[in-house]
């Protein structure tokens, strides 16, 4: 029987362990307002929308994410969700991989890894947030898949991680998926994989992530930029190469996110034997192989870095090319490095089997030491939001006046300059995707191209605003175009680098300006909305079917166990 208090637990220890790390990786993020950067846009009231119920035509990019920000934010301020769920990520995943230990300093190790790598420090660069709260549910994920590969129970618990993950969005579903089949079919042991086990993984992840599948499917664009194959290819962010480079939790593609630290050889170095020694020390283990959960593990996180290590490999690049122009949804696989999150978990098992083992064994203690401070030592400007360069801001008096304006009306708006990206003055310049679309409730055109250094730039998916990026570069009537495209409203960023034909020539005067904001009414239009059909919203039914299973599954299971 554990006598060990409960608050006292490896979970619990994970769980403090990732809210203290949390604290020191966001640093200035926390801060009261608005942390905006690249794609981490979090708006003062998130509107509940045809987009964010992902069932306005468009490619479905943050659904059902979106929704339930959106849900939350009808009873606390978008700054504070925000912040409870950047650090509650570092909270929940601590605990999770926590759960992987025996040890209390063995939880310490496991849940210091999780919450300090290149992989969090790279997504959370770019804002990636909702990849982050995926990445939190994995150990979940796999706890509870191992436990219904060995003894066939946990049902409840393997339902519940699987939908929540879906709740995070495509990506963090799909892995979440990967890892839960994996484990229940890997083979071994002395209880040998049941299909059952599979068709309830096949089952709930169908279900609980048919709020974006199926209105991807039925969406107006299905086919992503064959550009995107290399483009989005995992990148050498280490003197060891793409490969050398995922071994160790990183590679994304986006050079903005590296960490300098990571380019020098005598800090790589100490990182990759870090890990060699943490595999080499587990995998010689007859019990590594006994266990499903490690044997699990293991499979998911070589098949992780298989895929992510894709576009580096021989005859990679045209395979994924082939994959992302021909098969709906293989432009899931462009940005291939998100799968290395199964590798960062296999590394977060080792770290906790191998620091138990000291622990247990009593030997020196510098190497628990070394075990544990590790994963900070090499990689120090993770501190403090990337080394200082995050804050936190307050949307400016004329964004919430055009906000409110515009927000009355149902016509379309079109945002310009024409660009994806913005830099602003009081957000301290950083990066930040353009906003609008979040801010407004009605439908909004913009650019959606991703332009990436050496001048590549990968299509978008709406073909509204691929029409206006051609209309633009020919110097054709853009305005007539926007129109025929049932766009009203135009809201011009006067602020923002407007290079030759990135804005068309719109007619009158604005009707409102407000500080660097202009707004053009084109006058009424005669576009009509598109009908989507009665069975529109079967997508968003589904994951509320598998929420509701959960729920329901979950209860059962805490009154079978009183």
Excluded at 160 to 180: E, K, N, R
Excluded at 215 to 226: G, N
Aim: charged fraction near 15%.
């Amino acid at each position: 029987m554990d006598r060990t208090p409960s608050r006292f637990r490896p979970m619990s220890v994970g769980g403090c362990v990732g809210l203290v790390l949390g604290v020191l990786v966001l640093g200035p993020a926390l801060v009261p307002g608005y942390t905006l950067h690249y794609d981490l846009v979090f708006v003062p009231d998130l509107p509940v929308s045809a987009r964010t119920l992902g069932v306005d035509g468009t490619v479905p990019r943050a659904v059902p994410n979106d929704l339930l920000v959106a849900l939350a934010s009808l009873a606390l301020p978008g700054w504070v969700v925000q912040k409870v769920i950047l650090l509650g990520g570092f909270v929940l995943g601590g605990a999770g991989v926590g759960r992987l230990a025996a040890t209390r300093v063995g939880a310490v190790a496991a849940a210091t890894w999780w919450s300090w790598n290149p992989w969090v420090g790279e997504r959370l660069g770019i804002g990636h947030w909702g990849y982050l709260v995926g990445f939190a549910l994995l150990p979940w994920v796999l706890v509870a898949a191992a436990r219904l590969r060995s003894s066939g129970k946990g049902v409840a618990a393997l339902v519940v991680t699987l939908t929540a993950s879906a709740l995070a969005g495509s990506t963090p579903g799909i892995i979440a998926t990967i890892l839960a089949a994996v484990v229940v079919l890997v083979p071994g042991g002395s209880v040998p994989p049941h299909p059952r086990h599979l068709a309830i993984v096949a089952g709930t992840a169908l279900l609980a992530n048919a709020s974006w599948w199926y209105p991807f499917l039925r969406s107006a664009s299905h086919a992503a930029d064959p550009a995107g194959a290399s483009a989005f290819a995992a990148t050498a962010d280490t003197p060891f190469g793409a490969l050398g480079s995922l071994l160790l939790g990183g590679g994304l593609w986006h050079e903005g996110t590296w960490f300098v630290e990571r380019t020098t050889w005598p800090v790589a170095a100490g990182a990759l034997l870090a890990v060699l020694a943490l595999l080499l020390l587990c995998v010689r283990r007859r019990h590594w192989w006994v266990d499903p959960l490690s044997r699990g593990a293991t499979m998911a996180g070589v098949l992780g870095l298989v895929l992510a290590a894709l576009g580096a490999l021989p005859g990679g690049p045209v395979l994924l090319e082939a994959v992302v122009t021909t098969v709906p949804g293989g432009g899931i696989l462009r940005d291939a490095q998100k799968f290395a999150a199964l590798w960062v978990l296999l590394l977060a098992v080792a770290t906790a089997r191998v620091v138990d083992r000291v622990r247990l064994d009593r030997l020196p203690v510098v190497l628990l030491t070394v075990a544990v401070v590790w994963p900070v030592a090499t990689l120090p400007t993770l501190a403090w939001g990337h080394w200082g360069a995050w804050g936190s801001v307050g949307w400016p008096n004329e964004v919430e006046l055009v906000t409110d304006r515009l927000s009355t009306s149902a016509d379309a708006v079109a945002v310009f300059p024409w660009s994806t990206y913005r830099r602003y003055d009081w957000n301290d310049d950083r990066v930040v995707l353009d906003p609008w679309n979040r801010l407004l409730p009605q439908r909004v055109v913009s650019d959606d191209r991703l332009a990436l250094r050496g001048e590549r730039t990968v299509a978008g998916e709406d073909p509204a605003a691929a029409a206006v990026t051609t209309s633009l570069a020919d110097g054709t009537d853009t305005v007539e175009l926007l129109r025929q495209e049932g766009v009203r409203w135009v809201v011009v960023q006067t602020d923002q680098p407007a290079p030759p034909r990135s804005v068309p020539d719109l007619p009158g005067e604005p009707v409102l300006v407000a500080g660097d904001l202009e707004v053009h009414d084109l006058g009424a239009t005669d576009a009509t909305a598109t009908s989507r059909g009665p069975l529109v919203g079967a997508g968003l039914a589904g994951t509320l079917v598998a929420v509701l299973v959960a729920v329901a599954l979950l209860a059962r299971s805490r009154r079978d166990e009183t």
